[in-house]
């Protein structure tokens, strides 16, 4: 079993930064990919950006292209997203989670809100 808990997320005024964490857990971790997914105010779960456990290969939704960056941890089984240029679109509860084979993301945190606004 995996467990993964998101940390890192608040409010933030338009324009400013945040940088959200996601800390792996579980007596067999494994995980082909993980990724961060976003749910805003009456839209669609999306992905945000994805990576790779071990290799340099990354997705970012092209909403967030320029302005998130994705990045792990190796030894702390930790995978990041550094968020810049936030906008008021950007707010959403933000979830971390893992695809432990390269089928599907299987296993999900339990998410952190963030919040754009004036």
């Known amino acids: 079993q995996v467990q993964l808990a998101e940390s890192g997320g608040g409010l933030v005024q338009p324009g400013g930064s945040l940088r959200l964490s996601c800390a792996a857990s579980g007596r067999t971790f494994s995980c082909f990919a993980m990724a961060w997914f976003r749910r805003g105010p009456g839209k669609e779960r999306e992905v945000v950006a994805a990576?790779?456990?071990?290799?340099?290969?990354?997705h970012y939704a092209e909403s967030v292209k320029g302005r998130f960056t994705i990045s792990r941890d190796n030894a702390k089984n930790t995978v990041y997203l550094q968020m810049d240029s936030l906008k008021p679109e950007d707010t959403a509860v933000y979830y971390c989670?893992?695809?432990?084979?390269?089928?599907?993301?299987?296993?999900w945190g339990q998410g952190t809100q963030v919040t754009v606004s004036s």
């Open positions: 989670a893992c695809d432990p084979r390269g089928g599907k993301y299987e296993y």
């Open positions: 990576i790779k456990w071990s290799a340099n290969h990354t």
